[in-house]
Every structure is written in structure tokens, then in C-alpha cells.
């Protein structure tokens, strides 16, 4: 499997393809990493350096893959957090010419926009961009349940309304929806779910909550489910794979008081997942 993937980069700590690549790499994926951003750090320390790409920029380095003559074996493109409205197009673009290469590669979007207890912390003008102009070109979507509200419209809390958020979306073009970070009010204390939707049904997974905040950890999670998926066509699979790789990284990461994910350090964690979390068929 060949994955291109366009998102930023740091050279300390673990976002953007700095979390997706080596967990890809590690489950026996190849990894065309395209950069948006090559900063020093994440920007939640509140201070950073290096450059901004431009989008021509990072249009020109995705034409000079097109020339290697590789983009019909590319079997998914992935994005995650698009800092500016310039790279919407250009992951626009180069979706329709892997497609126009390969008719079996699909899109998936990680729409990252904000969270619950944050809020949306994007530009004003990305929300609506997603869900107007990207979101209905992808094939998979991976928000969280604050992000699902914020692209459909509606409050998702419950199994019910979660699904019914997931099927709006559904609605605009991606066939498949994993929605993270789900917070529903009868859930088991101090536990957090996954749930994915797709044509064959929809499934969720529960595990306890690990109270920290880990930069990256989303990245993580929509590049393992993503290459899962892909290679084995069963969301339900998909879902327990990555929901036991997440978690192992989470608590490593928590265990050792890290502030960066301990990627390298749990590597174990994506090349043999425990299962130790059942999935449950929710329709």
C-alpha cells in the first residue's frame, strides 16, 4: 500500500505526518509524506519557528511525484489540519489526479477544526471550506464528535443522534465516517469511544480515559484506521486495531509523563495490537 500524505511536519514532537508516517511505515505502509509546515515544535507550546509552505510549493512537490510516474500506484491520500485556505485546493487537485491515475485510491480527510472543551480553533474560513468543498470530494472523514456537530449542523450526544450526524454527513459524499473522541451521557464513567459508520452498518468501541492531552494522538488515529480499512475493506476490524494501537501509545505516553508522544517507543502497539477492546455493532 502507498499512501500520499500531505499535512505539516515538526522536528520535535510527534503531528501532523511527524505522527503518521512511522506508525504507517511500522504496519508495512509507504509513506509519501508531502509538507504543509516545517515548524521546530507544535504550536501548543505557544512559541515555534520555521516556515509556512506555500500551496504552489507544495503543489510543485506533488507534480514532481506526478513526473516520477507513481501516482497510479498511490492507494490513498490523506490531509489532516489545513492551516491556510491555499492547500484546500491543492489536496483538492491532487486527489483528482491520483483518482485520474488510479480509480481504486480513495481520500481520506482528517477535518480538524477543534474540540469540545477548546472549541474551533481554525480560521474562520476553514469550517466551511471543509464542509462545502472538501468534505464531499472524500471518500473517508475522521472527525471528532465536536467536529461531526460542526460540519452537519447538529448536537450529536448519543448513539442515536451520533449516527444520525454520521449519515448527514454521509450524505454530502465520504461513505465511510469514523467519529472520535465520543462523549455520550450514559456512557460508563471515565471511559471514552470510536465509532465508525459505512454502508454495512456501524460499530463502537469503549475504552477508559486517559486524562491528558496528547498533540498528535488524532493524527495517529486517522492514518492507522485509514491503512487498516483500506487494506482490509472491515471498518469493525479497522476500528479495534486502531482503537488498541491508540490507546497503548496514550498510556505509554501518560505512564512516562511525556508532554510528545512516545511513537517510536510504542511502535509494538501498531505492528501487533492487543484487541484488547471489544467492538459493539450499533446498527
Known amino acids: 500500500m502507498k499512501v500520499l500524505s ?66 497510479g500506484e498511490i492507494d490513498v491520500v490523506l490531509s489532516g489540519y489545513q492551516g491556510g485556505e491555499g492547500i484546500a485546493d491543492v489536496v483538492i487537485d491532487a486527489v483528482a489526479r491520483v483518482k485520474k491515475a488510479n480509480p481504486d485510491a480513495v481520500y481520506a480527510c482528517d477535518p480538524v477544526m477543534g474540540n469540545a472543551k477548546s472549541g474551533c480553533f481554525v480560521a474562520p474560513a476553514i469550517p466551511e471550506l471543509l464542509r462545502e468543498r472538501v468534505i464531499p470530494v472524500a471518500d473517508i472523514i475522521t472527525p ?25 454527513a454521509r450524505a454530502r459524499g465520504p461513505r465511510t465516517v469514523l467519529v472520535t473522541s465520543v462523549e455520550r451521557p450514559d456512557r460508563e464513567p471515565d471511559t471514552i469511544e470510536m465509532m465508525v ?27 492507522l484506521f485509514t491503512a487498516h480499512y483500506r487494506r482490509s475493506g472491515d471498518a469493525a476490524d479497522a476500528l479495534a486495531r486502531t482503537a488498541s494501537s491508540v490507546f497503548d501509545l496514550l498510556s505509554n505516553t501518560y505512564e512516562a509523563g511525556s508532554r510528545e508522544l512516545l511513537l517510536v517507543e510504542s511502535q509494538e502497539a501498531y505492528a501487533h495490537p492487543r484487541l484488547q477492546f471489544p467492538v459493539r455493532q450499533v446498527r
Open 144 to 168: 471528532n464528535q465536536f467536529e461531526l456537530g460542526f460540519l452537519t449542523g447538529t448536537e450529536p450526544g448519543s448513539i442515536e443522534s451520533t449516527l444520525d450526524s454520521a449519515d448527514l
Open 6 to 71: 500531505i499535512q505539516s511536519a515538526v522536528a520535535y514532537g510527534h503531528v501532523g505526518n511527524s505522527a503518521a508516517v512511522f506508525p504507517l511505515q511500522r504496519i508495512g505502509v509507504e509513506v509519501l509524506p508531502v509538507y504543509t509546515v516545517t515548524f521546530s515544535n507544535h504550536t501548543g507550546y505557544g512559541a515555534w519557528r520555521g516556515p509556512l509552505i506555500s500551496p504552489a510549493d507544495v503543489a510543485d512537490v506533488i507534480t514532481g511525484i506526478e513526473e516520477r510516474g507513481v501516482l
Open 197 to 223: 459508520v459505512d454502508d454495512d452498518g456501524a460499530w463502537i468501541v469503549q475504552t477508559p480515559l486517559i486524562p491528558m492531552k496528547a498533540n498528535g494522538s488524532g493524527d495517529v488515529t486517522a492514518a
